[in-house]
């Protein structure tokens, strides 16, 4: 091939490539994550949650995250982790192909027993059931404070807890519920989560918006 007579160079930093993005429900290389979050102060970093329990070492489709801080105690099992090289934003997964937008967060005040909540895992996937409790304390958190809720297997689901569901996302339509911590001791079938608005306890909060 020949190049025209008038040639114009473009230099560019580097060539346009696709965004990866980040956000509730994912398989981590251990654990599910949460809820994507913010930093509430300055710098103002975003990332994603997952419970407290799990590795301080954490990947993603083979990137490594940033352990940022933790909390595992009393009414606490919540973690958070920065994300470099990937787009942060207020989607959870909910299905094997599909996504919702997370708009609200609702206190632990305001969920009621008897109430219907649903979670995503990594192992157990999309389960549903009813909440039982709202004052268990499970035996993996130190210094438990009796602040975390039940789901009872009550919706026609096989299992609402996994391993690997850890960290996942409870939430009920478009608003955050909690964070999956794992199954009660007298049924595996059933699960605790630890309210959303404990998360705020790690200096962040949970994105409802881009």
Known sequence: MRLSVNVEVITVEEMRKPDAYIYGGLPLSSCTSGFSVRQTGEPGYKGITTAGHCSNSLSYNGT??????????????????????????????????????????????????????????????????????KTICPSSVPNCGATFIRVDNTAGYNDLSSSGDSGGPWFLVNTAYGTHVGSPADDPNDAVYMAVNYVGGLGVSVMTSP
Do not use: E
């Open 64 to 133: 490594s995250l940033t352990f940022m801080s933790q909390i595992l105690s009393g009414s606490y099992d919540i973690q958070w982790h920065r994300a470099p090289g990937f787009t942060v934003t207020n989607k959870i997964k909910d299905g094997s192909n599909t996504t919702r937008n997370i708009t609200a967060t609702l206190h632990r005040n305001n969920q009621t027993i008897g109430g219907y909540v649903c979670k995503y895992g990594k192992t157990t996937g999309y389960t549903c059931g009813y909440i039982s409790s």
